[in-house]
């Protein structure tokens, strides 16, 4: 595997379960993020990790809930969806702290979200 | 807080054309900006990352500007084809995160 990776990439969900969404970054990054996409709407970050510390919760719901066990994984755990929750929620990560400040941010291929 | 913009949100052109994709930013303090390509349902690939201090970057057939004073960057994609079909996304890097636009979607027509 190379890159971002992100798993399941389609996933329905009924309002009352509980299901998580996987991603695995192969780049040795130290940096990792949750962003939503909805239709019609510009990418929106939920939540960073750096350095597997979250550094921003950018007043996401408390029934989306991250997790990073160490820096090549992240986790979104879904709990009592809405509906409006449906999006594409795409991973990415990147190298923090370099000298040169590129910060470029790789992309997983995303997972469709749909909540019935 | 960062609001960008791209202008147009959508464009059509014939096979062959170049086409010119705007974007522009309202908070200079950037560390840098990044291009995307985003396919239907798909996941962002990057195209260019275009750091501040830089005023522009090349990869093939694609160029792209930065004017971090005037707030603006533009994406060139010379000769398009078909497979140039997609939706471009503009992002800027502050302290720790990116901000997107919204996007301009492209289709080529052969």
């Known amino acids: 595997e190379t890159g971002v990776t992100q798993t399941p990439r389609h996933l329905v969900m009924g309002m009352t379960n509980k299901k998580s969404l996987k991603c695995e970054q192969h780049l040795g990054h130290n940096a990792m993020y949750w962003y939503k996409q909805s239709a019609k709407k510009p990418l929106e970050l939920m939540f960073v990790?750096?350095?597997?510390?979250?550094?921003e919760n950018n007043s996401v719901p408390s029934r989306f809930s991250p997790e990073c066990p160490n820096s090549s994984h992240l986790f979104l755990h879904l709990h009592t969806l809405q509906p409006e929750d449906s999006a594409l929620y795409l991973c990415?990560?990147?190298?923090?702290?370099?000298?040169?400040?590129?910060?470029?941010?790789?992309f997983g291929p995303g997972t469709r979200l749909t909540v019935t | 807080k960062q609001e960008v913009t791209q202008i147009p949100a959508a464009l059509s052109v014939p096979e062959g054309e170049n086409l010119v994709l705007n974007c522009s930013f309202t908070d200079s303090a950037i560390y840098n900006l990044q291009w995307f390509r985003q396919d239907p349902g798909k996941g962002l690939t990057s195209l260019l990352l275009i750091q501040s201090s830089q005023r522009e970057q090349t990869s093939g057939r694609l160029n792209a500007s930065l004017d971090k004073s005037s707030g603006r960057s533009t994406l060139y994609i010379a000769a398009s084809q078909p497979g140039d079909s997609a939706t471009y996304l503009c992002a800027v890097r502050d302290d720790y995160k990116l901000s997107f636009g919204a996007g301009t979607t492209v289709t080529v027509r052969a």
């Open positions: 990790y750096n350095f597997k510390e979250q550094t």
């Open positions: 990415a990560s990147s190298q923090e702290g370099l000298a040169e400040k590129t910060y470029e941010q790789y």
